[in-house]
């Protein structure tokens, strides 16, 4: 009895061991988690991943520059992080590709104190946003620039994450901040909505998934499957509200009555923000490009086919759903 004991155990390890070799790990990198985290997450915390044969690892930074060193450094395999962080590193020959666009619609907001007017208002006023380079900082750019403020007559406070900006502006330390527009939900009185961005700048992309060439080329299997899994992962959160919302609220260890989770979920639905097949629209992204030589942000344009990789999308598309 005991030896048969002992050979089934030795059974079950050899088979644990050989099923813990076929999951392979894949690290992927997000920014600090939201109230949109139930999106973003899915891809790990719905299983999609796993149903590949990937051990996603999760690793959550405050700003998008810093993910970026991070893919460039070859600490992770992938990020999901602004389209715009993506363009101005692939732009400058760093080998990044955009592989799908999961959150092409624009969520961040300009908040302001409620006598402030326009963006024109916020000449000599100290406005937050978050690191140089960064999703915020680009955005904000962006929307000057179409109101015709200039850039360098605003002053900038750098704040690491959105709950940073958000808590420096109800302070009273900042004038106005950039955030995400979650915070609509539980602003003050006297704080107002000053611009959106997506009416703002319409065709400036959130969020894009991006890899590095040297992940395409020894890892473009596993790619391929991730971003399948991204696919499934997107279409099951617009199609489970409840179990987005349950997500967003463990990741960020909200309160049960924090509204801005459900806030920022039903807002994504309604204006359609979330594209579940990851598409690439070359025409938005060469716009940004264009935009950020404008903004002085990158010196020139490269053709917009240099920074993206159609092929993993499409081949990921073909696995998606089964």
């Not at 919302?245 to 309604?270: G, Q």
Request: glycine share 8%.
């Amino acid at each position: 009895m005991h030896r048969t004991f002992a050979l089934a155990a030795v059974v079950l390890a050899v088979g644990l061991t050989a099923a813990q070799a076929q999951e392979k790990v894949w690290k992927h990198g997000i920014l600090e988690a939201k109230s949109d985290a139930g999106f973003i997450a899915m891809v790990d915390r719905g299983g999609f991943a796993a149903k590949r044969g990937l051990k996603v690892e999760l690793l959550q930074i405050k700003a998008g520059a810093t993910l970026m060193k991070a893919l460039l450094s070859g600490e992770i395999d992938s990020v999901d992080m602004g389209a715009a962080e993506s363009i101005v590193a692939g732009a400058r020959g760093t080998g990044v590709k955009i592989v799908g666009c999961g959150w092409p619609g624009v969520p961040q907001v300009v908040l302001a104190k409620a006598e402030i007017k326009s963006l024109a208002d916020l000449k000599g006023r100290t406005v937050a946003i978050s690191s140089p380079g960064s999703l915020p900082d680009l955005l904000f750019r962006g929307m000057l620039n179409e109101a015709n403020v200039p850039f360098a007559d605003v002053k900038l406070a750098t704040q690491g994450a959105d709950l940073d900006r958000y808590k420096s502006l109800v302070a009273g330390v900042t004038d106005a901040a950039i955030v995400s527009n979650e915070f609509e939900a539980v602003m003050p009185p006297n704080i107002k909505v000053l611009a959106k961005g997506s009416t703002a700048v319409p065709n400036f992309l959130r969020l894009c998934v991006a890899t590095s060439s040297k992940v395409l080329s020894e890892r473009r299997d596993d790619l391929v499957k991730f971003v399948a899994a991204e696919m499934d992962a997107y279409r099951f959160a617009l199609a489970n509200r409840a179990e987005t919302i349950k997500v967003s609220h463990e990741m960020t260890h909200a309160k049960p009555d924090d509204k801005r989770a459900e806030f920022i979920t039903d807002e994504a639905i309604k204006n359609k923000q979330i594209d579940p097949v990851l598409s690439i629209p070359l025409d938005r992204l060469d716009w940004m490009q264009n935009l950020f030589v404008k903004a002085g942000v990158i010196k020139q344009t490269v053709p917009i086919e240099s920074i993206v990789d159609k092929s993993v999308n499409a081949d990921a598309a073909k696995i998606a759903g089964k």
